[in-house]
């Protein structure tokens, strides 16, 4: 697993805690396990990067 790159531009508010948004990336396949506190609404298809991991062997983002 490799560690995703944020969406987010340099010097846009990034918390880095999983509390922010800005690092939501897509999620086209895969299951994420979700480690922020942003509602599940808000992550339906997508992940926080900066907190969140891969339930399995590979997750592939729409970057
Ligand atoms: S940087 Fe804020 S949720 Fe990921």
Do not use: K, Y
């Amino acid at each position: 697993m490799f560690p995703a790159a944020p969406r987010s531009a340099p010097g846009r508010g990034r918390c880095r805690r999983g509390v922010c948004g800005s690092c939501l990336t897509e999620v086209v396949r895969g299951q994420p396990i979700h480690r922020d506190t942003l509602s599940p609404g808000v992550r339906i298809g997508a992940m926080s990067t900066c907190v969140s991991w891969a339930e399995g062997p590979e997750l592939e983002f729409n970057l």
